[in-house]
């Protein structure tokens, strides 16, 4: 079946530091890929999404491509700021059948960013 | 324009008691979904609604289990009995139709079951 493996945390980081959050997945078909953040006290937001292969998705600064070859959706964010820290979910949407639009999430990767 | 809201945010109760989660999704939203959140976990699906039909529910623990979407906005989900292991955060989330791919989530429900 489909599912996402993202890399555990926590991840702690220094202010202006470059962050990468490795996600991975598995699904037949095509898929679109997302990644969802959460803050502290707060609901599960889109952050990007890329719905095709080689498609990058991008938001804030945060940067992810969708790279089919290597089943990967990997975040990136050249210099990473205090407010980034939260919650990162990687998430995947099946793209036929009636899993179409449900989407499947990985763990979840808990950020700190330090000043 | 008001996003998903759901009631209560916090229930504390003891095993056994039965125990509802309303959610009112964004304005035209057609696709309603229900999640629970274990602790250190990601979402995982319960249902799926388009409007008020039940489209996938093959993840509702329907022993225990059920919810409602009457006239296709409002969502109720209930749980009769709690079990310890249903302690979670339950996530309410809408999206315009099932293709047009991005959720709008709710801040959730923290149930602890004592």
């Known amino acids: 079946g489909n599912s996402v493996t993202q890399m555990e945390g926590p991840v702690t980081l220094s202010e202006e530091a470059f962050l990468t959050i490795n996600c991975t997945y598995t699904?037949?078909?095509?898929?679109?890929l997302f990644w969802y953040v959460q803050y502290p006290g707060e609901g599960l937001q889109l952050l990007l999404k890329a719905t095709k292969a080689d498609d990058k998705g991008s938001n804030k600064g945060f940067e992810a491509t969708y790279r089919k070859e290597t089943t990967s959706f990997h975040l990136e964010k050249g210099s990473v700021q205090v407010s980034d820290s939260a919650v990162y979910f990687c998430?995947?949407?099946?793209?036929?059948?009636?899993?179409?639009?449900?989407?499947?999430f990985g763990k979840g990767t808990k950020l700190s960013v330090k000043p | 324009e008001a996003g998903v809201v759901q009631s209560p945010r916090y229930k504390i109760i003891e095993k056994k008691q039965p125990v509802a989660f309303w959610c009112n999704p964004i304005s035209g939203h057609n696709t309603l979904y229900w999640y629970r959140q274990n602790l250190g976990q990601g979402p995982e699906l319960l249902i799926r609604?388009?409007?008020?039909?039940?489209?996938?529910d093959s993840q509702l623990p329907k022993d225990r289990f059920s919810a409602e979407r009457l006239k296709g906005v409002d969502s109720t989900l209930k749980i009769q009995p709690a079990e310890l292991g249903d302690s979670a955060v339950y996530l309410c989330a809408s999206s315009q139709k099932t293709s047009s791919h991005e959720q709008f989530f709710g801040p959730g429900t923290r149930l602890t079951v004592l």
């Open positions: 998430a995947l949407s099946a793209d036929y059948g009636g899993s179409q639009g449900n989407l499947i």
């Open positions: 699904a037949t078909g095509y898929p679109s």
């Open positions: 609604y388009e409007n008020e039909e039940a489209v996938d």
